[in-house]
């Protein structure tokens, strides 16, 4: 046996040692134990090239291309809360093209001419709201005056006037 041979049985070993902790630690959830698997192989791209390689199996720099794209904001989360910062750049760099294929951009600019047109109605009601509110009190200053005049007239005095503010 040479060294490579043992090297890579001993690789095998801890890794099947790795799985085997983690089916104890969730031994009466296999489907957390089966999550955290994924999580801890198949997310990380450095395992994963190890994983295929101890299997003889071609690594693919792209794993999550065959994901549904309604599911890759979730597994991107999970990627940037468990590695490193490169395993979740290159998983986003290459499933990116697929999220936004999920994206209607004409829904999309759609909604936004809604929501822009909706705000203008607002501030068309908010318009005419302030300008009656304009008209009333434009309406108030004759009144204002007149009763100053008639003030002025009765008191005579100017010490005697009521100023109104």
Not at 50 to 71: N, V
């Amino acid at each position: 046996m040479s060294f490579n041979d043992s090297f890579e049985e001993a690789h095998i070993g801890y890794k099947l040692r790795r799985v085997l902790k983690i089916n104890m630690f969730h031994e009466n959830n296999p489907n957390t134990a089966g999550k955290q698997k994924v999580i801890d192989t198949q997310l990380n791209s450095r395992l994963r090239a190890e994983m295929c390689s101890l299997q003889g199996l071609e690594h693919s720099r792209k794993p999550l291309t065959e994901i549904g794209p309604m599911l890759l904001p979730e597994v991107l989360e999970i990627i940037g809360k468990h590695h490193r910062l490169n395993d979740f750049y290159e998983a986003f760099r290459t499933s990116v093209a697929n999220m936004w294929a999920t994206i209607d951009r004409e829904v999309v600019v759609r909604q936004k001419i809604e929501q822009i047109s909706k705000e203008l109605d607002q501030l068309a009601a908010r318009r005419l709201e302030l300008e009656n509110q304009r008209a009333v009190l434009s309406l108030e200053i004759p009144v204002i005056r007149q009763q100053s005049d008639t003030v002025n007239k009765i008191g005579g005095d100017s010490s005697t006037r009521i100023r109104i503010t």
